[in-house]
C-alpha cells in the first residue's frame, strides 16, 4: 500500500476559505479524477462536507471523531489505525485532506500530488509548512491559463527520498536517489547490502523522520 497526498494550494499555502476552495480550476478538477479514480481517499468530516457529496468510483473514507456519524456511500473511521485497517490490501491510498487530515498523515505520505497555484489568496485554511525542496521532484505538467482556468498553475509530483515498502511482512526502508534508481539504505555496521526492516510501518516511518538524510 503506497500512501499518496493530493492538493491544490495557493503559492501562500493557502487550500481553503469559510468551506470552500478559492479558485476555480477545471483542469485541476479533471487532474484530480484521473488521479484517484479507482483509489481510495481519505478525508476528514468537513472537508467532505464542504465538497457535499460521494466522489464516484472512489472509495470515500471519511476519517472524525464522532462516532455517530454516518454517510451513505461512505466508509467513516475514528483514527489512523482504522484507515491502514480497512485499506489493507490497497495499491494507492489518497490523503484528500483538509489541513488537519493533512497534518496527521504527513509523516505517512511517500508521494505528494501537488497543484500549485501561482496567486496569494485569503483563506482560513492552509497546507501544513512542508519543505518539498527536500523531497524528489519526478515530475512536472506545466498548466495551461483559459477561460475555465484562469490561474496560472503546474501540476507536481514529489516523492520522499526514503520510502518505507512492505515486503514478506515486513517494512523495508530504502532511498530514492534521482538520476540513481533505487538503493536500498544500509546500515552502518553492515559490510553485506541489505535494507533495513521494521515490524510495523509507523517505526519504519519514525526512523525516516529522524534520520539525517544525505
Known amino acids: 500500500m503506497e500512501v499518496s497526498l493530493i492538493v491544490a494550494m495557493g503559492q501562500n499555502r493557502v487550500i481553503g476559505k469559510d468551506m470552500d476552495i478559492p479558485w476555480r480550476l477545471a483542469d485541476d478538477w479533471k ?3 484521473e488521479v484517484t479514480t479507482g483509489h481510495a481517499i481519505v478525508m476528514g468530516r ?5 465538497i457535499g457529496r460521494v466522489l ?6 471519511i476519517l472524525t471523531r464522532d462516532k455517530d456519524y454516518s454517510v451513505e456511500g461512505a466508509e467513516v473511521v475514528h483514527s489512523i489505525e482504522g484507515v491502514w485497517n480497512i485499506c489493507e490490501g490497497e495499491e494507492e491510498v489518497f490523503i484528500f485532506g483538509g489541513e488537519q487530515i493533512y497534518e496527521a498523515f504527513l509523516p505517512y505520505v511517500e508521494k505528494v500530488y501537488c497543484t500549485l497555484v501561482y496567486h496569494d489568496f485569503d483563506g482560513d485554511t492552509y497546507f501544513p509548512d512542508v519543505d518539498l525542496s527536500k523531497w524528489i521532484q519526478v515530475s512536472v505538467k506545466r498548466g495551461v491559463v483559459n477561460e475555465k482556468n484562469k490561474y496560472a498553475h503546474d501540476f507536481f509530483i514529489y516523492e520522499r527520498g526514503m520510502r518505507p515498502r512492505h515486503i514478506d511482512n515486513k517494512w523495508l526502508v530504502e532511498v530514492r536517489t534521482e538520476g540513481f534508481g533505487e538503493v536500498f539504505l544500509l546500515d552502518s555496521s553492515e559490510t553485506i547490502a541489505k535494507p533495513i526492516s521494521f515490524d510495523s510501518k509507523r517505526e519504519a516511518m519514525i526512523y525516516i523522520n529522524t534520520h539525517n538524510k544525505k
Open 31 to 33: 487532474y484530480v479524477k
Open 56 to 61: 464516484p468510483n472512489r472509495r470515500n473514507i
Open 46 to 50: 468537513k472537508n467532505f462536507e464542504s
